[in-house]
C-alpha cells in the first residue's frame, strides 16, 4: 500500500475534516513554520526543488510560476485557487476539498505567503455549491482562528481568501478566461500579457489548481526528498489523485505515487474491467486526452513519460471503454460537450468543433467516404491554430481515434453505418449542436 498524502486525513465516513481535528493531525503547522521562520523566497525555492508540477493538465512548476512574480510588483496581488473541474470524467478536487477543506486553505494560505498576495479567488463550478458552503464555513473557522486575515498567526503576513462561484462554463477553467469571468466579463481567454504580472484587475495574480496548491503544506513539513520519494518514476513528482470511471468494478478517485503505471490503476487499484467487460481503450487524462491502444497501458502516468509516449497526463482522470462500445459515438459525445462548450472567440474552435462534429455523425450514419476521414484530419490537425488550448484538447480525441481506431472508422464508411448498432437517439432538450439560441 502506497503512501497517502493528500487524502491521509479522509475519515471513515468519508465526511470533511474540520478545524480541530485538522489541527490535532498536525494542520497549519506548516504554514505556522513558514510564516514564522521562513522567507517567502525560501518557500519559493524549497517548492520548486520538490518538483512540484500543476495538477490543473499543463504540469507547469509550482516554484517556478510563483518566481515569476517580481519582489517589486505592485499589490494587491491575487491569487486564484482553480476548482472549476469542468473536465469530463475529472472529480479530484472535489473529492479533495470534501475530504480535507482546511489543506486546501493552507495550502492556498501557503502560495499567497510565497508570493506575498493579498487575496485568493476560491473558483469553484457552480454545480459544487455543497463544497462552496463547505469551504465557505471552514474559511470562517480558520479566520476566526486566526489563520486568515490581518497578521495572520501574529506575524506581518496578512490575507484573506473569498469564494467566488463560476456561472458554469468549461472555459472558465482556463486561467485567463477565469480572471475575466471573475471581474465580471465576458470569459474569454485573453493571451496578451502574464498573468504573474498582469492579471486580476490588471494586478500580479498566480493561478493554481487547488490539488496543486493542497502539496504544499506537505513539502514544507516533509522535506523536499521526502516529496521526491513518494513518485513511482524519476520524472515524476509527489502522489497524484488518479480517478476511474466507467466499466470497471471500482470507479473511484485514488491517490498513488505519481508515475503508476496506467494499467496498473485499472486493473489493479480500480479493480479491472467489470463482469463480461473487456478492455478497449481509454482516455487517460480526462475528455481533452487522446484514446489510448493496450500497448499503452504499461505507461507510467506522469507527465514527461506521457509525452514521452504520445500521450497527455491531464488531469490523470481515465475514463474506461469496453470492446463493445463504438469510439465514433463516443468521439460524437465528447465532441458534442466541447462544440457547446467554446467560447466562441476563434474561428478553428467556434467552427471547426461543430464542422468535425458532422463529419463524425456522417461517418457514424454510413454517409461517410475516405475522403471524409481525411477533412476531419484535416481540420483536427487546425485546431493547433486557435487561440487557447481548448481546441487543441477537444482535438485530441478525434486525433487518438483517426491515429489508433482508423480501421474501426473505416468500418462505418460508404453505407455500412455503425458495426455496433445505432447510436441513441437525442432526447428532447438535448443541447442540439448547431442551435446556438438554445444553449
Ligand atoms: C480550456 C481549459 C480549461 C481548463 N480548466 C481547468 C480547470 O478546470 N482546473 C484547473 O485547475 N486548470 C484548468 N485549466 C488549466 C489552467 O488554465 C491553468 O493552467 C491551471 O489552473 C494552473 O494551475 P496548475 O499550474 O496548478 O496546474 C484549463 C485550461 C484550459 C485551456
Ligand atoms: S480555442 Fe475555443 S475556447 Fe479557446 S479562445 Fe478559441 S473559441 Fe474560445
Known amino acids: 500500500m502506497s503512501e497517502r498524502v493528500l487524502l491521509k486525513n479522509m475519515r471513515s465516513d468519508c465526511g470533511p475534516v474540520g478545524f480541530d481535528e485538522y489541527r490535532q493531525l498536525g494542520g497549519y503547522e506548516a504554514l505556522e513554520r513558514a510564516v514564522r521562520t521562513m522567507t517567502p523566497d525560501e518557500v519559493i525555492n524549497m517548492v520548486t526543488e520538490s518538483g512540484l508540477r500543476g495538477r490543473g493538465g499543463a504540469g507547469f512548476p509550482a516554484g517556478r ?75 470562517s473557522a480558520a479566520r476566526e482562528a486566526g489563520m486568515l486575515g490581518k497578521n495572520i498567526l501574529g506575524s506581518d503576513f496578512s490575507f484573506d481568501i473569498e469564494v467566488h462561484r463560476s456561472a458554469g ?24 500579457g502574464h498573468m504573474t504580472s498582469s492579471g486580476l484587475w490588471g494586478m500580479p495574480t498566480v493561478v493554481n489548481n487547488v490539488e496543486t496548491l493542497a502539496h504544499v503544506p506537505h513539502i514544507i513539513r516533509n522535506g523536499v526528498e521526502w516529496f521526491k520519494g513518494l513518485a513511482a518514476t524519476p520524472t515524476g513528482d509527489g502522489t497524484k489523485l488518479y480517478c476511474v470511471s466507467g466499466e470497471v468494478v471500482d470507479p473511484g478517485c485514488y491517490e498513488l505515487p505519481m508515475g503508476t503505471r496506467l494499467g496498473d490503476i485499472i486493473f489493479e487499484h ?145 453505407g455500412r453505418g455503425c458495426p455496433f448498432g445505432d447510436m441513441e437517439k437525442p432526447k428532447p432538450g438535448d443541447w442540439k449542436v448547431l442551435d446556438r439560441d438554445a444553449s
Open 65 to 139: 510560476k510563483w518566481g515569476f512574480v517580481r519582489k517589486d510588483a505592485p499589490h494587491p496581488r491575487y491569487i486564484q485557487s482553480n476548482t472549476d473541474e469542468m473536465e469530463p470524467g475529472t472529480f479530484k478536487d472535489r473529492v479533495l476539498v470534501n475530504t480535507d477543506p482546511h489543506l486546501v486553505i493552507e495550502g492556498i494560505t501557503m502560495a499567497a505567503y510565497a508570493v506575498q498576495a493579498d487575496v485568493a479567488v476560491f473558483f469553484i463550478r457552480p454545480s459544487y455549491n455543497d463544497d462552496a458552503e463547505l469551504i465557505e464555513r471552514e474559511l
Open 169 to 192: 462554463r468549461y472555459i472558465c477553467g482556463e486561467s485567463s478566461a477565469q480572471a475575466n469571468a471573475i471581474m465580471g466579463k465576458r470569459p474569454n481567454p485573453d493571451k496578451t
Open 270 to 414: 480500480a479493480g479491472g474491467m467489470l463482469p463480461g467487460a473487456e478492455f478497449k481503450t481509454c482516455i487517460p487524462g480526462g475528455a481533452s486526452t487522446s484514446f489510448v491502444t493496450q500497448a499503452q497501458l504499461a505507461t507510467p502516468m506522469d507527465f514527461d513519460s506521457m509525452k514521452a509516449a504520445g500521450l497527455s497526463l491531464g488531469t490523470g482522470s481515465i475514463v474506461v471503454f469496453d470492446k463493445n462500445t463504438c469510439l465514433v459515438q463516443a468521439t460524437i459525445n465528447i465532441l458534442t460537450y466541447f462544440a457547446r462548450e467554446s467560447c466562441g472567440w476563434c474561428t478553428p474552435c467556434r467552427d471547426g468543433i461543430p464542422y468535425m462534429l458532422s463529419l463524425l455523425q456522417d461517418i457514424e450514419a454510413g454517409d461517410g467516404t475516405e475522403a471524409d476521414v481525411k477533412r476531419l484530419e484535416t481540420v483536427a490537425a487546425g485546431m493547433a491554430h486557435a487561440y487557447c488550448g481548448f481546441a487543441p484538447g477537444a482535438a485530441s480525441t478525434v486525433k487518438g481515434l483517426l491515429r489508433s481506431f482508423r480501421d474501426e472508422v473505416r468500418e462505418h464508411l460508404d
